[in-house]
């Protein structure tokens, strides 16, 4: 079984920052890329950012220069800093991970919400 236990969320005023983290365990192995999503309500899950093994990132086009994708490999962790939040950050936030042969296997957290409102 693998785990993706996240915090972080919660929250802020806009302006505002948040610095959520994911840290993965269980039977995983060989992790690929590390990433968040967001889902807001009636709207579909979007990439915010994604970071590779080798420490390449992506960033939609939102959030590029507000938030920083960073990961810890020796924890098994990603992290978010994001920075600026406007109310239309305001969402369930997941972490994502890619890993095993291949890059053949994808898990998912269970979400964490990060509310930006006055």
């Known amino acids: 079984q693998v785990q993706l236990v996240e915090s972080g969320g919660g929250l802020v005023q806009p302006g505002g920052s948040l610095k959520l983290s994911c840290a993965a365990s269980?039977?995983?192995?060989?992790?690929?890329?590390m990433g968040w999503y967001r889902q807001a309500p009636g709207k579909q899950r979007e990439l915010v950012a994604v970071i590779t093994s080798g420490g390449s990132t992506n960033y939609a086009g939102s959030v590029k220069g507000r938030c920083t994708i960073s990961r810890d490999n020796g924890k098994n962790t990603v992290y978010l800093q994001m920075n600026s939040l406007k109310p239309e950050d305001t969402a369930v936030y997941y972490c994502?991970?890619?890993w095993g042969p291949g890059g053949s296997r994808q898990s998912w957290g269970q979400g964490t919400q990060v509310t930006v409102s006055s």
């Open positions: 994502n991970v890619i």
């Open positions: 269980g039977s995983i192995f060989n992790i690929y890329t």
